[in-house]
């Protein structure tokens, strides 16, 4: 059995102002993967990440992915909301790169 993972969720502002959010165990590998590998989301091409607004850590995929649905049914002033109440990510992925 594989050692248990920690998943995140995350939320970042693409460089047309829109939030994505996502489900990751690696948000700095995510990241550059969205910023231009084959595996980045549909949703940055054509666009950038520009920042990383809020990141969430959960035990397992079940917890992080329920956590990601719930986001995204969220208008964007609740998810501002959400983002100003969290404390900033304690992860920088564009120092990363």
């Known amino acids: 059995m594989m050692a248990e993972s920690r998943w995140q969720v995350y939320i970042i502002l693409g460089d047309d102002g829109r939030y994505y959010t996502g489900i990751t165990t690696d948000v700095v590998r ?12 549909r949703y940055f091409r054509g666009r950038q990440p520009h920042r990383l607004c809020f990141l969430e850590h959960h035990p397992d995929r079940s917890s992080a992915s329920r956590r990601e649905y719930a986001i995204k049914q969220l208008s964007r002033a609740a998810k501002e909301q959400l983002i100003a109440s969290a404390p900033a990510p304690a992860v920088d992925p564009e120092a990363a790169e």
């Open 30 to 41: 995510r990241w550059k993967e969205h910023s231009g590998g084959p595996r980045g989301a």
